[in-house]
């Protein structure tokens, strides 16, 4: 029995079709649904709808819910369609009457917006964690070979000399910016929707306070039509600020496929991480490489799917929206995926200080040498135009 | 034992990392490898690499591997990495030293390209099938309620008459474009890769022609490094194509999102599509049809991640493109899941002439007393201004 | 005063803003509305709307109109809004009365949509005709560098011997793929429009295959809200043929931009054709190639604009198409631009002979060796053990 | 002259395509690139490569250019190919071997950067601006017309009570967290270029902390190689932040194309906002609110443009990216015209009581005729299948 179900039941190949993969994926939304059930029934307690008893009752019960889904024992079926109806269904099993208390002054909708954004919250606090790994990484890089210059491109040409330093640090500000930007957002999504009901509110004097707090937002989400509206928002925003992590990988991955050709091998991946063809004898592929480039793409398409598929809609909810569950949790496991894979090569990734020192020619050197002209008294214009000619 | 493997281990965490879902996506490819891979021994008998004792002893245990594929027992393991592997891993153990001819003059780049290409082959003429499916229900839509008129909008306002038959007609004209499309794109990828090898072909005289007419392709793809480089578009242009179909769907959809609401009801959804609420007691809502619209998302945001992960990189084939195999995949079950579902909801949906006679207001024929006018000689553009004016 | 203009003005600054450029990029449809109104008025006269006289006086002023654009002198000014509604004000300045009966039986909606098409297929057979320079000139660049080896690569790593003449050779494969669909979409697209009006067609019997025929359409699109739902499509469909077209060029210009670099120079660009740096005077860069390569961008974001501005939409004209109208006039001047300049690259291009040469090293040759063995009887699966140890 | 040429000439075909519209769309960097001149000269002078002579000579020329262009009198050829050259060129020819030195120490890219940073900054605080002009609407509108209530929707059906206030306040509420994002994204695109050169610094001890506090930039950039690898990431995050804000005109639009139906008419547009149709005298169109929606697409696609065209491409400059210019600047105009129209739409429309009370259906209340048997003790779950029998 779903949370909205009367009478009628709804055509198989329909359900099938509506319910998806959502009685999957909410496995990882039990835990947080379980938190804001409790915070929802302390409020109810707090308010006169609940006794004290029933609270306590409707507590454990949710604890005990938390405890099976530890050991992976809570169990979602495809007619529960999801955690939300799953948890429900169990309290009302455990508890009779009490259990039909839960959803007073809530909709599946605010469950639904606050357990995604309790989760998102943690993943994002994970991102952020990820990515300081990777800066430490970046930042042994540099102590060990820091100082090794090589070339620098511009337009897939040498420019000027670089260094693994320099290149280091490009990757370690950028993430730092990432980071500002990760945080901004995790800032702006950490308001409570819970309350909102179906994005009209409920016809109750309810306590958002005490659940807002209780659940540890920064704030509460007051307008419940704009706390529908801001899940395509707030979900875009997330990804963009996963996309500007993923496009720093697909850069550096970039480079280091260049980098660790023969060719130039100023960078040398470690045997172990290496893939072959199974026709070429000789080869030594950059899968790993590859493949995090290619995950740019698909955070980049999924920030896009959810950008597309929330315009042109009216206000309040639609049932597009509940898609973006699946693309969101994907996009999660891709940037930390990634970040790791990432950090485990530049943690082992080995610097050529011979290949690099003798791909050094000359005409790196050709803004230095005009700069000594300028230093003699030429204007720079003219410095320019002695050293082109003598190239 | 990958394919490609030596002496030397893959770093465990970069084969998870590589590996992704493969070896569980290509229980789809599992037959159509083994198809080509016959085709290629027959092949290699003919050009003499292989007896034909060694051409029957591989072709058997071929058919067993579609055998066992066909009750579901063929596995592939994560250490196999793909079905491929998995393939001649498993003609080795039972051929020894016949099994490990097979990769004669292939490529796993090719046998990818190849059972890829006759999957898609079978998947676009399913969906073409299901295209006709519901050119049938629309027509049957047609004999029943084609005569009623509702009201035609244009930028979302009553414009003039319209009808169930010119609205059904209108997607199967679509349709007959989209299928159009379809066959087109089906026979530009109707070309033969295998014998294309990694990209540059093999240093043997083998006979192309021979595996092409034997696997029911058109024509041969003679150019190897085009049959990588091809991957990419062959996959957008078949995305392009489903797209096509989607959008009707996503179109007809918001349409009948619109005409099933209360306030017109021109059509109306059987009782056992429509889901409620958990809050709201009275909610009937669309749920089949908005996620019907959302599905277009779904499919633009992979077209657009086919063809962005494909560009600024050079010729021959990288890794990225592996990603590609999911997408394609999951983009044909949305398109049929949608075509079937849709299909349902037309062959059930109720048209109400009562509100559709409701709401053919007097303004929907401005343009018809515009017309009466110019019978009587009056130009069109003042015919216009007499009728504004009146209104 | 607009076509649909009564007593009401627009405000100023609505009028800048629905109005936009159209008034600027409508100088394109001038000739193609004039020849649609032509036929639309002798259709009119065949089934005795007009009198012979009427439609003599439209057909001569109508081809006043068409010279007096052909020397730049037919003014479209921002309150006639677009190219139809100068053109009926012309008429009726000359004409009077007779003026104001062209717009009988007709919407300004298919006006568009006729004028689009008509410019949409000249502009088709515009762009086949730049394949078929370029393919030419790949034939030219075989003829003279064909046989010129240089290094076929795969994961960006050198795989096993190319060509100047394989190389070519795919791009020309490619090619008349790219022409294949666009002709499949051309014949697709190649429907009249004229006489579905604002998409519900007109109260008058009128002869749709005599201005069809007239306008060497391959046939009428009958249903007529079709005809206004397939301007999405056709737009994305065309764009998706061009985005075909510049894949090409981006992977050719990818392949170029490496190629071309000092370290490998396979191909050199002529001196005229790189640019410098403003502070590095040895720089010469291959900005043209790189433009190239990001002018796909260009298409393909074009592409996904247009398909989901259309998207959760109901059947029907919207005025959000409109934007489509300068989206796709840019994209053909893109893909364009794009294939003469490419083409004038092929065309001038040099091949290094002994940079190639040199480049092709041994490992290139492992495949090669393998097979050596394999014609000496080894399993090909040894053979690749075997020569993978000794490299 | 161009700032990189010597010798030889560019093929002028070359040349047209690769400056293509830069020389007319630098007309709006013109006075940034000034004042980072002036920067740039007076911490020459600093550092001893200047004379004060020389510095006050070229701030001088400077300012000259900047009232010349105020007056639109400073003119970029297309031979100059952007402001930059045009700005070094005006001051070589007034002060000969003085303006020859003004290039010392930077690049052309760092100018592009610096200017284009500056550009920015000015936008998005032009943008912030009519956000809360938007505001100040809104609240308007509450004033006159918060009280009246009217359907709030879901799934596009009735759901439960909404208001002019509630609807008002979701964008209001929606607002503010965009401008805290661009808020967000100005502090962090808000570091100084300047003095990064082609994104591997100069051979020279230069001033950076000057220039960067002199231009009111709130740090300095550090890393050279950061600094170019973040133009596309910083376009990027500046287009999502717009993304959101015309994600809510997008949104409101769309409910006001609905709200604006004869069939439900809780709001109506102004006479001289609409428009009509030159077929049907009847039609009053929503166009400028079709054209809001529509312009969500075109900001949308840019911003796919940008994160596609820079991908899969190594470190450093890249002449892709010079084609983001004029999609920031389009951008910009598209962002800040619809926020424009969009509150004249807002401080014009008007609320239709009478239609909003006969909306107010019985069904909008079924919720809160469960919650009167909640408060009289009845279990939530019960109350509503209560209720819902009832209806």
New interface residues.
Partial sequence: M?????E????K??EK??V?EDYLLDKKLVYYDCLASIAHAEMLGKIG?LTSDEVNKLTNELQNIIELDKKDEFVIKIEDEDC?TAI?NYL?KQLG??G??I???????DQVLTALRLYYKDELINVSNNINTLKSSLNNLIKKYGHIAFP???????????SVK??S???I??MK?ND??LK??L??IDQSPLGT????????KIDRDYTAKKLGFLKV??????A???R??FD??IL?SL??II??L???S??L??FT????EYFQL????V??????????????L??I??????I???E??I?????????????????SKKTMMDSFKIIN?SL??FN?IISTIKVNEKKCKQAMTS?LF??????KL?QQGI????A??I???K?
Avoid: C
């Fill in positions: 779903k949370l909205w179900q009367k009628n039941t709804l055509n190949e329909v079709f509506t998806g709808i939300h429900e009302v009457e009490i039909k208390k959803h007073t002054a809530r909709s599946r909708n620098g491109y511009t337009h897939t040409r040498k420019a000027m000399p670089s320099l290149w640090n490009a990757i500000d950028s910016d500002l930007l901004s957002v800032k702006i009901a179906a994005g009209y509110g409920v016809p109750l989400q007051e307008n419940p039509i704009y529908q509206n801001s395509v928002k875009a925003s963009h996309n500007q496009f720093d697909n850069k550096a970039s480079d496929i260049i050709m023969p060719s130039f470690e045997k172990e991480f893939t072959g063809s199974s026709i070429m004898p000789q080869k030594q592929n950059p899968d790993v590859e493949l480039r290619a995950n740019y793409h698909k980049l398409s999924y896009f799917q950008k597309s598929m929330g315009a042109n809609l009216i206000s309040g909810y639609h049932r597009d929206i509940q898609l995926d790791l894979i485990l005409e050709a803004t230095e040498d005009a700069y300028v204007p720079f214009r003219e320019y135009k050293i082109a000619k190239l």
